[in-house]
């Protein structure tokens, strides 16, 4: 196998292991966005039922209705720390994500970069040929003038 197929074979591997990166990224950011819509929704409903609390206590309110809003509110705030470590947790996940789709394209990028410099390099070994080339039809004819015979 030439060095050139190799090359171009590490490419598309790196491409491919970029662009499964990629992927990965897009679904832990997508899990993101839930987890942090699960606790958008769960402070948005922890405010309205502590909403209905203060109601409660305007309108009175009797001890054990009192003691059961505590504790659910109790509840609501465990829930909520939950709900904020997984959101911090789910976060890490996606910068390490980020980190591995950025270690891919740096790869892919090198590979990329070493397969041009070859390319231009073959090219500048082409050119160099055809100017031998040239060359050396060009002395071949200056010769082939020189002796040919003059006429008079």
């Known amino acids: ?71 659910f509110l109790a509840s609501l705030d465990a829930a909520l720390e939950r709900a904020r470590q997984a959101l911090h947790e789910q976060r890490q996940r996606v910068a390490r994500r980020q980190h591995e789709w950025q270690e891919e394209q740096q790869r892919l990028s090198a590979y990329d970069t070493l397969s041009s410099r070859r390319e231009a390099e073959r090219h500048k070994r082409e050119a160099r040929r055809e100017q031998r080339l040239s060359d050396e039809l060009a002395s071949g004819r200056l010769l082939r003038e020189r002796n040919a015979p003059r006429e008079t």
């Open 1 to 71: 196998m030439s060095a050139t197929s190799q090359l171009d074979m590490l490419s598309e591997l790196a491409r491919n292991a970029r662009d499964q990166a990629g992927q990965a990224l897009a679904g832990e950011r997508q899990s993101e966005q839930q987890v942090n819509a699960q606790l958008e929704s769960l402070t948005r409903y922890r405010y309205e039922y502590a909403e209905r609390l203060q109601q409660a206590m305007r309108n009175g309110i009797d001890p054990a209705s009192m003691h059961n809003y505590q504790q």
